[in-house]
């Protein structure tokens, strides 16, 4: 019975982007052609070489308990990937691997905040963010940058979010939803306010590093006076394809390594062994192995702008990372479309799914509610397809 749970999970919201992707199978199994754009995870097969290396590891028989913290060989590989792409000096005892980067970034929530703790979210955000915090008993601040801003703060956004009870900054670049990238001159920007509050932790999200149209990537590690006051999180989810193999990791100051260590040893403990071995062999492998990927959801990209210029009331800005477009859809707000009264984003994206068989996100979970997250990590038929139903709908 729900009183006997605890408010923890009681107070805990679902997973909009899970829920949405169950709503969609739902229809599909009462016999619905949907098509899928709601869900953030590539379309693509894992890479032979990483499947290789799987195999090799289950046939030289790794199947025992690994160390909390990841095989010394991973580790050493996410200090050598640190080096190479980001020009980040990491020690083995800064780096702990997890069980997907969601649970990096739980670790070092749990291990960073005490209950009142603010933790300050650029929005739009991951949608886990907030309830990660709220878990750790810290308080969630949203700071909301629109379409308008490209979906950044500005440092003076982030200069009045700043109160005494400020312990940690928690944002991703390349951005999930917006696919926003900060460049290093922004990044500087920021930088220089938190400058003034050293107790300040900034936790920066790096899953979508290498799906960055942009030709450059500038980690907040790399600026002046944050490398020891920064937790970077990154993982092979998204750029290797490798959602379901959940491995994540972080390079972190070492005293916070520590703790999530300790953390992570009550919790899961070590992460799957052959998972593992096959990561050190796509970390160590050169950016250009995955260059296919990349540069079919730039193509992918460019082909969901165009649609979506062609749909009246849409306003979008153009992503320079990650395979999501998130268009403001408050023109529609207070409108009736096929029956469905518009009163905001999440009306909208429910108009969306039953009315076209297309399934989106609602930007209220990512602290955006003017917008909707449409995910283009599907094939060119699809998302034409997709737009075309939208477009449809809405004439």
Known sequence: MKEHLSNRINNLPTSATLAMAAKARELREQGKDIIGL????????????????????????YNSYTPV????ELKDAVIEKFKRDNNLT?????????????????????????????????????????????????????????????FKITPQQLKDAITPKTKMVLFSSPN??????????????LAGVLKDYPDIIVVSDEIYEHI??????????????????????????????????RIGYIGAPSWIARA?????????????????????TALKAPVSKIQYMIDAFSKRRDLVLSLLSEIEGFVTDTPDGAFYVFPDVSSFFGKTIKGHV?????????????????????GDAFGAPNCIRISYAASEDQIKEALQRIKTVLS
């Open 38 to 61: 709601s869900l953030g995870e590539p379309d693509f097969n894992t890479p032979d070489f990483v499947k290789d290396a799987a195999i090799q590891a289950i046939n030289e028989n």
């Open 69 to 72: 913290d990841g095989y010394t």
């Open 342 to 362: 518009i009163k905001d984003a999440t009306d909208f994206s429910l108009m969306i799914l039953e009315e076209a068989n297309v399934a989106t996100v609602s």
């Open 90 to 150: 990491y020690n083995r005892d800064q780096i702990v691997v997890s069980t997907g980067a969601k649970q990096s970034i739980a670790n070092v929530a749990m291990v960073l905040l005490n209950e009142g703790d603010e933790c300050i979210l650029p929005a739009p955000y991951w949608v886990s963010y907030a309830a990660i915090v709220q878990l750790a008993e810290g308080v969630p601040v949203e700071v909301r940058a629109g379409v308008e801003q490209n």
């Open 176 to 189: 999930n939803p917006s696919g926003a990238v900060y460049s290093k001159e922004e990044l500087e920007g």
């Open 260 to 280: 999530c260590n300790k953390m992570q040893g009550q919790i899961t403990s070590g992460a799957n062994c052959i998972a593992q071995r096959a990561v050190i």
């Open 212 to 245: 960055n149209y942009t030709g450059t990537y500038t980690s907040m590690a790399e600026i002046d006076g944050m490398y020891e006051r920064t937790v970077v999180v990154n993982g092979v989810s998204k750029a290797f394809a490798m959602t379901g193999w």
